[in-house]
């Protein structure tokens, strides 16, 4: 075994934490069985070998007008071109109610960076979807990126704007829109998105008005296995600092079809490797879901990668329109999941959040 791989080999087998050299060892050497080995053995710390869990979703896509630009994305329209829309209140809650029939738990908003819209606009929104469907979904309101968008469009402070949404009854602003969380991929593919560190202050507001959140992360436009390793490493670091308080993880794949970015999609055996990484790098993070929307069955290959959720999503324009293929057919979902020895759980609609955990030991101190 090569020896950067058998020092990262032996951290994890004793529970410590592991660096930055540890994961790029693991990436670069380990075999996919030791990944999902290792992998297997940090999921067991939170989750029950063998058992997985899962909600029907939505990602409802309100509005796709868009001033952010990034080249990734094959969904957005400028304003005053053709194609445009905005949703009205009767037609998402139509869109809602379809999802319902299906059999969904959970709805999620993610739409453009309209320039048009304010705080208020939200508010308004999410008290009156409140007001209406009650306790029968639970929603996932809208991601941190465009809170930061709407919060400066409406000249509020982070902790004034998400004041403003839990009072609205706001209770989920999640980690999208993070792709990649270096400063360097974000110059390079959304400039005019947000910088890292205002990303993190952003999320940092909305935890501290008592409102949920979550981290993600999108592999496979160009960036490097040293980008990666930042990203994780950024995120493990404010974890720490907030106690454990993002609820999940969850990293999908870059869809790179009538982009203006383009590319290739990424392998499965690509996303299996570096979902392993996330799980034991990630080591503050108790739940880590795999991707059902951009690897369709081959997401429950991840359950033995690390993870442990996944949603069955029943749309998402966004990754949709840039090559994303959503199936109904949700047993065949769960029966591949079966297949690779796990018995998958129906949960609630919002994904518990958990305790802190335990800081783990640093390498070199106890077992
Ligand atoms: S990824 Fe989001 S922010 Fe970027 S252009 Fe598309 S809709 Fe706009």
Known sequence: MHPDLARADERIRRAERIDDADA?????HATDDELSELATMARARFH???HATWVVMAILNYTNVCVARCDYCAFYKFPGEDGTYLLTFDELSRRIDTVLGLGGQLIGFNGGFHPDLTVDDYCTLFRQLHQ?????CAFYEMTIAEFMFVSKRSHLSYA???RRFAEAGTRWITGGGAEILTDAFRLRHSPGKYR??????????VLDAGLGSTATMVIGFDESI???IEHLSRLRRFQDEEGGRLASFLCWTYKPFHTELGGAEVSTREYLR???LCRIYLDNIVNIRTSVLTRNQDAMLGLRFGANDFDLPTEDEVTQKAGATVSLDFEAILGAARRAGFVPTQREGYITRPPPPAPPPQAGEGR
């Open 160 to 162: 004034e704007s998400a």
């Open 274 to 276: 570096h979902l392993a």
């Open 132 to 136: 209406k469907y009650g306790d029968r």
């Open 226 to 228: 040293d980008e990666r």
């Open 24 to 28: 790029l060892a693991l990436w670069e």
């Open 48 to 50: 029950s070998p063998g």
């Open 196 to 205: 890292v560190e205002d990303y993190y202050d952003a999320q940092r507001a």
